[in-house]
C-alpha cells in the first residue's frame, strides 16, 4: 500500500496563503493521478483539486477554481497544493491520494489515508 504524508497546514488569516506538501512512498505515484481532498468533522472527504499523472489534466472543485493550484513532481513523489484568498470555509483537514482518473475524482478505491494536515482560516 502507498503510504502519504501531508505537510505544510496551519492557522491562516482570511484572505491568506498556504502551501501543502504531500510526499508518497513507493513507485506508483508517477503513474496515477493525485487528489488533494478536504475532511470536516462528520462529513466524508472532499475532492478539492486532481491533477492526471503526467500534469496535463486538472480538475478543480467550484470553491478551489480560482484561488488553488495543484503541481506534482514525479521525480521526488510529491505534490503540493497552493492556496490562496483563503476563506474561514477551508477549515479542514486536508488529505492526499493517488489512483486512477474516474478512481480521483469519485474519492473511491483509493490507498488508506495518511495523518493529513490541518488548516484553519480564522481572524
Known amino acids: 500500500q502507498v503510504q502519504f504524508v501531508e505537510s505544510g497546514g496551519g492557522l491562516v488569516q482570511p484572505g491568506g496563503s498556504l502551501t501543502l506538501s504531500c510526499t508518497a512512498s513507493?513507485?506508483?505515484?508517477?503513474?496515477?493521478?493525485v487528489g488533494w481532498y478536504r475532511q470536516v468533522p462528520g462529513k466524508q472527504h472532499e475532492l478539492v483539486a486532481a491533477l492526471s499523472n503526467y500534469g496535463r489534466t486538472e480538475h478543480y472543485s467550484d470553491p478551489a477554481k480560482g484561488r488553488f493550484t495543484i503541481s506534482r513532481d514525479n521525480a521526488k513523489n510529491t505534490a503540493h497544493l497552493q492556496m490562496n484568498n483563503l476563506k474561514p470555509e477551508d477549515t479542514a483537514v486536508y488529505y492526499c491520494n493517488i489512483g486512477l482518473w474516474e478512481e480521483v475524482l469519485g474519492g473511491s478505491g483509493l490507498h488508506p489515508w495518511g495523518q493529513g494536515t490541518q488548516v484553519t482560516v480564522s481572524s
Open positions: 513507493g513507485s506508483l505515484f508517477r503513474f496515477k493521478a
